[in-house]
């Protein structure tokens, strides 16, 4: 897993990349009570605002994390917000996307690396 | 946080694992480990505890009793001289232009008058209500007492194992209880629509009591976070959001407040800051007025969403003034300002969204039925 300073994690899975929010930002946000997604076939650009989310303390965006396009999205979170509480990092993907430049993800954070930067 | 004051239970929701943040002045927990949804759910299900010792605790005393009601009148378009012994109140601080300066609870105890009002404001209603008294009224701002709220529908059953004579209060009823070993001013109100209790506690029994509150398995320490979304969902008014110095009382709907004898005709008709506006709009009406916002969609309106009377139109016809999730309801819930021609509940209306018009119509308050014991 590769992470941003966006509190994003990105899970390589073929040539697409899956993203997500870490258990440090899910529990930063408190309980999660709306999800809006972008379309699939979207073209983003590296800090597009794509995803809202809201908790029940304040609204927020998820940024593309590169340039690319959005190939899947998942659904399931618009229905179930509170996912995001319980399995930030598993289940709780938020989208997938094809990325232009592979290499991009080698200037990204590890794990060890994030666990750093969230002190 | 460092110029920030701290309640008396301060190392209590540390201990409990609360997250602190600043709120008026004073460092304040805004959850603990449950999270504001599960705090919520809890107070609503069972009881929660609240430290609300940063409000301002206010005693007004004179030889005359009568004295210190008048002069409480002269402040507040509120029935005080009629307010029997044991009972309290709510109301507010009018100014001369007819908004609210701070909204309050007051209490006849007696020999003197208890106040109760919001921490952001409590200098300057102490400064006012110095002001309006006559000599020998003395206003104190008490410092040695903590204000603990256990609110919800166990809260009378948890409260009973400590002292019986709880169970027997009724709604806005205050009484002097001994709770953990200390003379406990209890009122039974509070600010989340549910029944419950709030206790004004010496501080030196302040963390004993709120630890042996919290002893039973159906108490749980509640947070800012969840006492805006109750209060929220119970249609009640936070001050500086739902009401300021810019709306009246009849705009902020809350004439229920506005006891007969100081309004037209009655025995003691006006008399307070901004009476001639408030009168006259309690017999012609306001040109707007607050009211409960129900959001269609899931994306919850927060304050400052703009609301429109159509998908197109180019003119605001009101505004959100608080807004989230409603963990009870289960879904958004809003409050806020709307023209009086579009405040009927049931009317259709957009609130602006990210640049979305979302629809959302005007509901009655509360959103959820309240459970006070009458």
């Known amino acids: ?119 | 946080m460092s110029d920030l004051k701290r309640t008396p239970l301060y190392d209590l929701h540390v201990s409990l694992g609360a997250k602190m943040v600043p709120f008026a002045g004073y460092e304040m927990p805004v959850q603990y480990k449950l999270g504001v949804m599960k705090e919520h759910l809890h107070c609503r299900t069972a009881a929660g505890l609240f430290d609300v010792s940063h409000m301002g605790q206010v005693i007004l005393r004179a030889d005359d009793p009568e004295a210190a009601k008048v002069a409480l009148e002269r402040l507040i378009p509120q029935d005080v001289l009629g307010l029997g012994e044991g009972r309290q109140r709510y109301g507010f601080f009018t100014n001369d232009d007819g908004g609210i300066e701070d909204d309050l609870m007051f209490a006849n105890r007696g020999d003197h008058l208890f106040v109760v009002v919001n921490a952001a404001c409590k200098e300057a209603d102490v400064a006012r209500m110095r002001a309006a008294m006559e000599p020998g009224v003395t206003v104190k701002l008490l410092e040695n007492r903590a204000l603990l709220a256990l609110q919800g529908p166990k809260a009378e059953a948890v409260l009973a194992e400590h002292h019986p004579s709880v169970a027997e209060m009724r709604f806005m009823d205050v009484a002097t209880v001994p709770l953990a070993g200390a003379e406990c001013w209890v009122s039974r109100s509070g600010y989340t629509g549910e029944d419950g209790y709030e206790i004004s506690v010496p501080v030196a029994a302040a963390t004993e009591l709120a630890q042996a509150l919290l002893a039973h398995e159906e108490v749980e320490a509640i947070g800012l976070g969840a006492r805006d979304s109750l209060r929220l969902e119970a249609g009640l008014c936070l001050y500086g959001h739902d009401i300021d110095s810019t709306t009246s009382p009849v705009e902020g709907g809350l004439t229920w407040a506005i006891q007969k004898s100081r309004r037209r005709g009655g025995a003691r008709e006006g008399g307070f800051p901004g009476a001639a506006r408030i009168l006259e709009e309690l017999t012609d009406g306001a040109a707007r007025r607050r009211v409960g916002l129900q959001p269609e969609g899931r994306a919850p309106m927060r304050e400052g969403t703009k609301l429109f009377a159509s998908e197109t139109s180019d003119t605001p016809v009101g505004i959100v003034t608080s807004g989230g999730f409603g963990p009870s309801v289960n879904a958004p819930v809003a409050m806020g300002y709307v023209e009086t021609a579009l405040s009927d509940t049931g009317t259709a209306l957009f609130g602006e969204v990210r640049g979305k018009r979302l629809p959302v119509t005007v509901a009655s308050l509360p959103f959820v039925a309240a459970g006070f014991k009458r």
């Open chain 1, 1 to 119: 897993m590769k992470f941003t300073e966006e509190h994003e994690w990105l899970r390589v899975e073929g040539d697409e990349v899956v993203v997500g929010i870490t258990a440090h930002a899910a529990e930063q946000l408190g309980d999660v009570v709306f999800i809006e997604l972008p379309d699939e076939g979207t073209t983003v650009s590296k800090d597009d605002e794509i995803v809202v989310i809201e908790s029940v303390k304040a609204a927020s965006d998820i940024l593309a994390p590169l340039d690319g396009e959005i190939t899947e999205v998942n659904e399931a979170l618009v229905e179930e917000p509170s996912k995001v509480n319980e399995d930030p990092e598993g289940e709780a993907w938020f989208f997938k996307m094809k990325i232009e430049d592979m290499s991009a993800l080698d200037d990204m954070m590890d794990e060890a690396a994030y666990k750093k930067y969230i002190g």
